[in-house]
T-cell receptor, first 120, second 114 residues
Framework: NAGVTQTPKFRILKIGQSMTLQCAQD?????MYWYRQDPGMGLKLIYY???????DKGEVPNGYNVSRSTTEDFPLRLELAAPSQTSVYFC???????????????????FGPGTRLTVL | KQEVTQIPAALSVPEGENLVLNCSFT??????LQWFRQDPGKGLTSLLL?????REQTSGRLNASLDKSSGRSTLYIAASQPGDSATYLC?????????????FGKGTKLSVIP
């Protein structure tokens, strides 16, 4: 298994440009996640998906969009890049079971290698 | 709002020493807690996951404990090695306003000196 793959590894954007960060997993996981990691700030959840066709906002969703048309792919789109979006972006996946009234019982999350994005 | 704190921010120990990393969280209504390792310029690798009903998990030289009521978790590393040098992150899984959330601490940077 390749696990979680992300492309590109590095990208430089100009303010106002748009781009899509690609993420794919081959473990048949139902949950997928996008995080951003800023220096000294830890990771923050941008969006997540509990399955194909279902997405939801995390802690910092503004300026981003996601879609989940297949189990394997979970792209993250930046429509109008801003310097505040300079960060390292990580995609992750896990197998999770939603328990009625208790929320998801989440298995181990597997992370991709990250995409380092700079907006100038 | 859930907040996760890790102390210390950095730790340097000689090889062979046993050590403890600390993680605290403000809201005890969590579903699980995970410990991750991150090497410089790399993604995260999950080390241990403790469900809310569990008290501890062990993997090799690593042991993680969870005290949900007091909002604390510890990661114990036995007989540390230079290869253990990395940043260690803890994260708590919970639901807020019907949405899944995962909040990370800022990490503890560990250096094991040969």
């Amino acid at each position: 298994n390749a696990g979680v793959t992300q492309t590109p590894k590095f990208r430089i954007l100009k303010i106002g440009q748009s781009m899509t960060l690609q993420c794919a997993q081959d473990m048949n996981h139902n949950y997928m996640y996008w995080y951003r990691q800023d220096p000294g700030m830890g990771l923050k959840l941008i969006y997540y998906s509990v399955g194909a066709g279902i997405t939801d906002k995390g802690e910092v969703p503004n300026g981003y969009n996601v879609s989940r048309s297949t189990t394997e792919d979970f792209p993250l789109r930046l429509e109008l890049a801003a310097p505040s979006q300079t960060s390292v972006y990580f995609c992750a996946s896990s197998y999770s079971i939603a328990t009625p009234g208790q929320g998801p019982v989440t298995d181990t999350q597997y992370f991709g290698p990250g995409t380092r994005l700079t907006v100038l | 709002k859930q907040e996760v704190t890790q102390i210390p921010a950095a730790l340097s120990v000689p090889e062979g020493e046993n050590l403890v990393l600390n993680c605290s969280f403000t809201d005890s209504a969590i579903y699980n807690l995970q410990w991750f390792r991150q090497d410089p310029g790399k993604g995260l690798t999950s080390l241990l996951l403790i469900q809310s009903s569990q008290r501890e998990q062990t993997s090799g030289r690593l042991n993680a404990s969870l005290d949900k009521s007091s909002g604390r978790s510890t990661l114990y590393i036995a007989a540390s090695q230079p290869g253990d040098s990395a940043t260690y992150l803890c994260a708590v899984n919970y639901v807020e306003a019907g949405s899944y959330q995962l909040t990370f601490g800022k990490g503890t940077k560990l250096s094991v000196i040969p």
